[in-house]
């Protein structure tokens, strides 16, 4: 089974950054891609970006675009999220979700992470 651990949420003021990380545990990675995801309270639960395991494209959501980058290290199984510019509205939980290249969704996810953004 795969599992995902995810550190680095916290409190951070605004216009300042945080690093999240993702790792996966349990066994030798495979994978399609590894996507972020964030759910404020009373809202529904938003994609964030998404890196491919193989050729490192990216996606992202237009409201973190110029903000966030996601990268990732092959060789650690491990995906970072560098949020910068951070805003009140970036408080959230933030879920770290992989597939596998046969699924249509994400099928594992993290435990979450909280990110709270201070005005």
């Known amino acids: 089974q795969v599992q995902l651990v995810e550190s680095g949420g916290g409190l951070v003021q605004a216009g300042g950054s945080l690093r999240l990380s993702c790792a996966t545990s349990?066994?030798?990675?495979?994978?399609?891609?590894m996507a972020w995801f964030r759910q404020a309270p009373g809202k529904e639960r938003r994609f964030v970006a998404s890196i491919t395991w193989t050729r490192g494209t990216t996606n992202y959501a237009d409201f973190v675009k110029g903000r966030f980058t996601i990268s990732r290290d092959n060789a650690k199984n491990t995906v970072y999220l560098q949020m910068n510019s951070l805003k009140p509205e970036d408080t959230a939980v933030y879920y770290c979700?992989?597939?596998?290249?046969?699924?249509?969704?994400?099928?594992?996810w993290g435990q979450g992470t909280q990110v709270t953004v201070s005005s």
């Open positions: 349990g066994r030798t990675f495979s994978g399609y891609d």
């Open positions: 979700a992989t597939r596998d290249r046969t699924s249509t969704q994400y099928d594992y």
